[in-house]
């Protein structure tokens, strides 16, 4: 399974755009990234998916080289509600279909 | 909300006692997930299924037990339940199909106390 590594913590500000960027170097071929956002005391959210170049929601902008060695979630325009803890996944879409969360980061919005 | 149901919602429970969780879903979806969070820390899965009376291990199983003899319920054991195991348990579904094939729908959670 792909490991994947993202920075414990982040700070931002108001109106600001955020990237959280994650590491996941030994990315199959048949790997899906996938974000999700956790509030405290409720369960994570899916957020964005992609497989290559550019994905883009209602909510945030995903970002994937052409190596997939990384990728980056935007999200723009950040308000305090966006605090939460941000999780990078690294899915295999086969049979199994196993889910597993990182540590994610937490990103503190601030006024 | 996806139609999943976690029960009890809380529980405190002595050492050594045997312990269920069920998560039930109303949506059909093939994938179910147990995972524990711990103060301060992310998810971790504990069993997955992929269909009825298919499942697999995940990261922290020891200790744990599931069965899944309907699509719709999912049953997570503690056969003889430690302090180590205090922590909040989460269910999942997923359809694993799709645009959005890796998105998975979570349940309340049940914060689970082992005195």
């Known amino acids: 399974l792909a490991k994947t590594t993202q920075p414990i913590s982040m700070d931002s500000y108001e109106g600001q755009e955020v990237n959280i960027t994650c590491s996941h170097n030994?990315?199959?071929?048949?790997?899906?990234i996938t974000w999700y956002q956790q509030f405290p005391s409720q369960g994570p959210r899916f957020i964005i998916q992609?497989?290559?170049t550019k994905v883009t929601n209602e909510v945030a902008s995903l970002f994937i080289p052409a190596d997939r060695k990384s990728s980056t979630l935007s999200l723009p325009r950040v308000s305090l509600s966006d605090t939460a803890v941000y999780y990078c996944?690294?899915?295999?879409?086969?049979?199994?279909?196993?889910?597993?969360f990182g540590g994610g980061t937490r990103l503190m919005v601030k006024p | 909300d996806a139609g999943i149901t976690q029960s009890p919602r809380h529980k405190v429970t002595e050492t050594g006692t045997p312990v269920t969780l069920r998560c039930h879903q109303t949506?059909?979806?093939?994938?179910m997930y147990w995972y524990r969070q711990d103060p301060g820390h992310g998810l971790r899965l504990i069993h997955y299924?992929?269909?009825?009376?298919?499942?697999d291990k995940g990261e922290v199983s020891d200790g744990y037990s599931v069965s899944r003899s309907k699509t719709e319920d999912f049953l997570l054991t503690l056969e003889s339940a430690t302090s180590s195991q205090t922590s909040v348990y989460f269910c999942?579904?997923?359809?694993?199909?799709?645009?959005?094939?890796?998105?998975?729908?979570f349940g309340q959670g049940t914060r689970l106390t082992v005195v």
């Open positions: 996944l690294v899915v295999l879409n086969n049979a199994g279909n196993m889910l597993t």
């Open positions: 949506e059909n979806h093939r994938y």
């Open positions: 992609g497989y290559k």
């Open positions: 999942a579904t997923a359809t694993g199909q799709g645009v959005r094939n890796t998105e998975a729908f």
């Open positions: 030994n990315i199959a071929t048949n790997d899906y």
């Open positions: 299924s992929y269909g009825v009376k298919d499942t």
